[in-house]
């Protein structure tokens, strides 16, 4: 896919990204990422905390393992970001089950979240609302495209739309990679956070980006 030039930024890896709309990115398989920090390459918001290793891998990409205990990092906005707001993120379950993958804002304000086959939940969306259905079939690797729109909100899984709806109207003060109660248990890639009302701003782009760096396959 050709981007306009004032659409992407080429990272060291070679791999063009759309800039426009951008406002935090983290990626596990950066190399400044530790297992204590992971730096936010759109701004100032670092995730700090820690999970168990650098040592997992999304079809031979360094991502980072979550050991589905008490690993977490997490990071607060400098700025508060309203909605509408698109999130983006790579990740892996293990065999273990039901996961939690992003949880973004403060009190739980915003969730993007998977739950795996053995709960009734499947995907859900929460921002102030419960948007929840769908059924996860397998553990391969997952882009989760969720757009925060009050009543228009939606997910995504590797490009295809499987929920819409009503999910809250809460906004995003930060971002929350597993937690105590709703733990990851599987590997984290990279989570991009966008603000979709940016002129020429393209989903498809983002998620063409995300497919070709991690190796999948979109519908």
């Avoid at 306009?4 to 990272?11: C, H, Y």
């Avoid at 939940?121 to 921002?127: E, I, S």
């Avoid at 925060?148 to 109207?169: H, I, K, Q, Y």
């Avoid at 929350?176 to 990851?184: E, F, G, I, M, N």
């Amino acid at each position: 896919m050709v981007l306009n030039a004032t659409q992407r930024a080429v990272l060291s890896s070679g791999i063009a990204i759309p800039v426009l709309g951008l406002l935090h990115q983290y990626d596990w398989s950066d190399g400044s990422t530790t297992t204590s920090t992971v730096p936010d390459l759109a701004g100032d918001d670092d995730l700090t905390g820690g999970f168990t290793d650098l040592n997992a891998t999304i079809n031979g990409v360094q991502a980072g393992n979550f050991d589905g205990t008490a690993d977490s990092v997490s990071g607060a906005f400098s700025s508060s970001v309203a909605q509408p707001v698109e999130i983006f993120s790579v990740t892996e379950t293990s065999n273990n089950g039901d996961i939690q993958i992003i949880t973004t804002g403060t009190n739980n304000n915003s969730i993007t979240a998977k739950r795996f086959i053995t709960t009734d939940v499947g995907y859900q969306l929460h921002a102030g609302n419960n948007l929840k259905g769908g059924s996860p079939a397998s553990n391969d690797p997952e882009l989760l495209t969720t757009r925060f729109d009050g009543g228009s909100s939606l997910l995504r899984v590797n490009g295809s739309e499987e929920l819409s709806g009503p999910a809250g109207t809460n906004g995003m003060d930060g971002l929350v990679v597993s937690r105590d109660d709703l733990p990851v248990d599987g590997a984290v890639a990279e989570v991009l956070v966008y603000d979709p009302t940016v002129s020429d701003y393209s989903r498809s782009d983002v998620e063409q980006y995300l497919a070709d760096k991690w190796g999948i396959t979109l519908a």
